[in-house]
């Protein structure tokens, strides 16, 4: 059952009068509206939060309305208590989103099922067949609805549902193997059951587009997503540079590297549905460094940090190459964020909320 549930500043009102209020502002509005899926997220906070400052009256959709150590940090962004309306909504029921998603123009599909990174290393194929299902009949359910409002959709897909299993030069047309991620040793494997997820919600996007005639973009992030933290949790990809920051090297398992900074990808997202032009894919991240390296950078812009060292890694997601990586948001007029900015942004966001310090380290 969905429900609906508004920041603080806004009366509670009844159900037919919010469904006036909410054609009212969607068809005023000076920008049309928008949906976002998974807008609680640490991109999809960031993505509202851009969303908002251009105007755009904004549609967003959680799991749990009543969470609101998940909504508070969405209902406190500048815009929020007239542009924001907030939609429980479940990815595996199509129903939930229908009110989400009526009188928009754009949809931002960023949710999708999301393995512990970090925590448990191995699923049992029921979870991950769970995993696989939500993700491609969530964004199934996205496409079809966007079809029927006549709405452009904004897909994040992930640099994992590019890299996997490639070697050199890696662009916009390079896509994971399945013959890696689904292969026998792999499939209890939680990043590959990640990998899978996001490579097979991303291709099901491209035969829905085509098959309804969708207008669709996707932007594929760099893997390790970074910057400020307005939600109110770590993101797997923060939880990696935290645990640097502490002595423990959760990029072990990694040759190579595509850090981007996340005000860079949602505006990516912001500019491929503004761009008139649809059906491209863009890869969201400046370059491949080795891991060693961007460790190093860590290592000279915070010296008093107990700074987790580089070992010997086990070569699994790289196999043992450094890869190129041949970005293509240029195509957007956009330029990425200088890495050691980045970083900064990142590290001194996580200080100023306690998350990490020079004397922190992890049991």
Request: net charge negative.
């Given at each position: 059952?969905?429900?609906?549930k ?33 807008a ?128 050199g ?30 490579t ?37 990809t ?18 190579d ?75 957007l007029?956009?330029?990425?964020t ?20 020079e ?5």
């Amino acid at each position: 059952m969905m429900s609906a549930k508004f920041s603080p500043a806004q009366p509670s009102i009844s159900a037919t009068a919010y469904k006036r209020q909410q054609v009212r502002v969607t068809c005023t509005a000076e920008k049309p509206a928008v949906a976002v899926t998974g807008a609680n997220s640490f991109i999809g906070t960031h993505l509202v939060k851009q969303l908002l400052a251009k105007g755009y009256p904004v549609h967003a959709t959680v799991r749990d309305v009543n969470d609101d150590s998940k909504t508070d940090p969405l209902r406190a962004l500048p815009g929020a208590s007239n542009q924001l309306r907030l939609f429980e909504a479940d990815m595996t029921s199509p129903s939930s989103l229908e009110p989400a998603f009526e009188g928009i123009s754009g949809i931002f599909h960023l949710a999708v099922p999301h393995p512990n990174h970090g925590g448990t290393p191995e699923i049992n194929s029921d979870y991950r067949q769970e995993l696989l299902d939500a993700a491609v009949q969530g964004t199934s359910a996205v496409m079809k609805l966007a079809s029927k409002n006549n709405a452009k959709v904004v897909m994040t897909s992930s640099m994992a549902a590019v890299e996997c299993g490639n070697v050199g030069e890696i662009n916009s047309e390079t896509r994971s193997k399945s013959e890696v991620y689904g292969a026998e040793g792999n499939t209890g494997v939680t990043h590959y059951a990640y990998v899978a997820a996001k490579t097979e919600s991303e291709a099901k996007a491209w035969e829905l587009s085509k098959e309804m005639d969708v207008p669709l973009a996707v932007i594929c992030p760099g893997n390790l997503v970074i910057g400020e933290v307005l939600s109110s949790h770590l993101n797997a990809t923060m939880r990696c540079l935290q645990g640097l920051l502490q002595s423990e090297n959760k990029l072990n398992n990694m040759t190579d590297i595509a850090p981007v900074n996340v005000e860079d990808v949602v505006s990516a997202h912001v500019a491929a549905f503004e761009e008139e032009e649809a059906g491209k894919r863009y890869l969201c991240a400046e370059k491949m460094i080795p891991v060693r390296d961007f460790i190093s950078i860590v290592e000279e812009l915070y010296p008093s940090f107990p700074v987790a060292s580089y070992a010997e890694n086990k070569i699994v997601i790289g196999h043992g190459n450094e890869r190129s990586l041949v970005p293509n948001i240029s195509d957007l007029s956009l330029e990425f964020t200088p890495l050691a900015n980045t970083v900064k942004a990142a590290v001194d966001s996580m200080v100023s909320k306690n998350l990490v310090s020079e004397e922190s380290t992890l049991a």
